[in-house]
């Protein structure tokens, strides 16, 4: 869950993302419209309030105790930072493809979303529980955001979007190899899936499997294809790998700048397979981003993130 505070957490939080999100704030010249999943204690728009002007924010009901605990927190804490926000009651997954909430509440939005923080926290594969049960939604909920976003620039004209995502390094090995068999797969993708091997068996059923390179390329090579078929250019900075809380929940997180093509021209990735695959996974520790990995071209990573913006030419 989003919300939850622990130093590895803060580490990406702090000296990946934030570098990030400043950089884009001052070259777009604007504050970032909100949507997606900051936990009951909101601590990314507390991080990142003076770059925020609105918030979508979504909270499952709890399993413990008072089950809407934490949505009342959660609008609690919004409405201490006096950002205008709405919260909606539900799987942000179901909210988003049933278009309302668990109160009832209809889902809408009404200009383009500038940054979605979709932290899942969990195997990116896996089944959210829903009013109907365990039910696989999260890729057709990235699809649908990515609709929304075309939908969304054709009416208010807004073209540039940054997108946060962080799963857990787990997988369910039967839905990814599949995905890479489509006989369109681009070559590098083959070729860099071939090289990374086989997952290790992870949990023990034997069902979840851990490979960072392979999760990598799988959630690259999905996400970039719903995108494309949007007309949405993207960019996706290098993987930062760190452990979770625990010892058993090893993270993945991603962060992808967008941008919409005109109806004329075609859009897709700014990268290439190659390009992205390419690109060192980070790891982070409990007080900084490790700067021991390469770019492409031999340069060197720095200490935050803002640094690879210059060097994809997304910033001057």
Known sequence: MAGFDFPRKNTVRRQWDTPVLEALSKHWCTKFFYCGLPGPKAIDIWLWKSMIDRVVAFQTL???????????DLA?????????????CGPLEE??????????????????????????CNCIT???????????????????????QRDLFRQYGATRFVMLLTVQDTFHANHVNARFKDPDLPEATRRFVQKAGQPVSFDRDGVLHRST????????????????????????????AYTGRTNNSPMLHFVV?????????????RQSAQDF????????????????????????????SAAFLRYAAIIP
């Open 213 to 240: 390179d392979l999760l990598k390329a799988f959630v690259f090579t999905c996400l970039s294809d719903y995108l494309r078929g949007q007309n949405i250019m993207s960019v996706f900075l290098p993987a930062v």
């Open 277 to 304: 695959l390419g690109l060192a996974t980070i790891k982070a520790t409990e007080n900084r981003i490790v700067p021991n990995a390469k770019w492409n071209k031999g340069l060197r990573i720095e200490d935050n």
């Open 95 to 120: 909210v988003v493809l049933r278009r309302v909430d668990y109160d009832g509440k209809e889902f809408k939005l009404d200009e383009l979303v500038t940054l979605y923080n979709l932290d899942f």
């Open 126 to 148: 896996g089944s959210v529980k829903t009013k109907g049960g365990l039910q696989r939604l999260r890729f057709e909920a990235l699809r649908e955001i990515a609709a929304f």
């Open 62 to 72: 709890s399993d413990i105790g008072d089950p809407r605990r934490e949505v009342i």
């Open 76 to 88: 609690r804490e919004l409405s201490m930072l006096d950002i205008p926000h709405v919260v909606y």
């Open 257 to 269: 700048i967008c941008e919409m093509g005109l109806q004329a021209s075609p859009g897709g990735s």
